[in-house]
């Protein structure tokens, strides 16, 4: 992902914390069962074992996921958060104009 785009995605996330389209910690896995998440970013420092898990209950309820486009440092700071990995995107629209940003 270029510069531009990363910054455009981070100032989206960061947007949509704001207006809480977004969920993370045990609400994302709780999300994720009962197909509220839409999509889910997964920052590319999150650890092994979390990492397949999150993208194991993805692909198991077809949620699209998307990892190692940023950081956690660069997620949390977005976001105005501390510590964050992942995140999950609630609305079906935001989660499309994430993934237009994201395969530019």
């Known amino acids: 992902m270029e510069f531009s785009n990363s910054k455009k995605l981070l100032q989206t996330l960061g947007m949509l914390q ?3 389209g977004l969920t993370s910690g045990s609400m994302l896995f709780e999300g994720i069962k009962t197909n509220k998440i839409k999509l889910v970013i997964i920052s590319s ?4 074992s979390q990492k397949k898990k999150i993208t ?3 692909i ?3 949620i699209e996921y998307y990892s190692d486009l940023i950081s956690s440092e660069e997620l949390s700071k977005s976001i105005g ?3 964050v990995k992942a995140v999950g ?3 079906f629209n935001n989660a499309r104009w994430l993934k237009e940003i ?3």
């Open 18 to 20: 704001s207006s809480r």
């Open 45 to 48: 420092d999150m650890g092994e």
């Open 56 to 58: 194991d209950k993805c």
């Open 60 to 62: 198991f309820y077809k």
């Open 81 to 83: 958060r501390e510590n």
């Open 89 to 91: 995107v609630k609305n």
């Open 102 to 104: 994201i395969e530019k």
